[in-house]
């Protein structure tokens, strides 16, 4: 899994590609955990290149969202396809999270 | 069931409880899923269900010591099987409480889901416990609405 992040309309855009899996769940936290730590409340997470989920990638995807809403912001994601978008429809969390078909329909939505 | 459809690639694999094995168990899956013509997709849906399987195996079933976990793969014309064993404690899933997955952000629990994706990703899946081992077993079938 690589995760990159870039600035765009004044919101950070984190961009996970390759596999959300218990090997690199801890990547991920900690690429969260930065961002909060950076005082960012509202940011796009992009999924477009993301292959593959499971537990303990929407655990952390859970978490997270838990944690933003405690400091009054949000993350919207852009992209969710495929086998990914499945598991997250799958589990009921495509009602919890904000999703979107693009990263500019994502950051629009914060 | 005759599962008669063992492949060079089917010989059982035996790696450590640790998830670092997990890419080659997986590894593993997606080749013999690929040679036995699994559609992509349900062998990807497979190789997911067998993650979390085998990281409920890292977890829990060698609490003191470095223990194992071995994967085998057969195949025949109506189902592709995989069997996932180790030699912790027994172990029975049905224990484990069906998620709600309807509450909101507040609601949801962290966790809970692993079992959840294992039963949905399968057509079949039973557990049982074999010579002192605890035995998963997953099932495709190749034609969506059983084999019957």
């Given at each position: 899994m690589e995760i990159r992040v870039r600035e765009s309309a004044g919101a950070p855009v984190v961009a996970v590609s390759g596999k959300l899996d218990a090997l690199s769940v801890g990547d991920y936290e900690e690429a969260m955990n930065r961002l909060f730590a950076d005082g960012k409340a509202r940011f796009v997470v992009d999924?477009?290149?993301?292959t593959y989920i499971s537990s303990a990638g929407l655990r952390a995807i859970l978490a997270a969202a838990k944690e933003l809403k405690a400091r009054g912001g949000q993350a919207a994601f852009a992209n969710v396809r495929g086998n990914v978008l499945n598991v997250i429809e799958m589990t009921g969390f495509a009602s919890i999270l904000s999703l979107h078909e693009s990263v500019d329909a994502a950051l629009k939505a914060l | 069931m005759a599962l008669e459809g063992a492949c060079p690639c089917c010989a059982p694999i035996t790696k450590p409880?640790?998830?670092?094995s997990l890419p080659a168990f997986q590894e593993r899956l997606g080749a013999c899923a690929a040679y036995h013509g699994i559609e992509p997709s349900r062998a990807e849906g497979l190789s997911l269900a067998f993650e979390e399987v085998f990281v409920n195996i890292c977890r829990h079933a060698y609490p003191e010591d470095a223990g194992e976990a071995t994967l085998t793969c057969q195949a025949d014309a109506e189902c592709f099987v995989i069997e996932i064993t180790d030699s912790g404690p027994p172990f029975d899933p049905s224990s484990v409480p069906e998620p709600?997955?309807?509450?909101?952000l507040d609601a949801r629990p962290l966790g809970g889901l692993g079992w959840f994706l294992i039963r949905r990703l399968a057509d079949e899946f039973e557990c049982c416990r074999w010579e002192g081992r605890n035995v998963v077993r997953l099932v495709l079938h190749r034609h969506r609405g059983g084999r019957a």
């Open positions: 999924f477009a290149d993301l | 409880a640790i998830l670092t709600d997955l309807t509450g909101d």
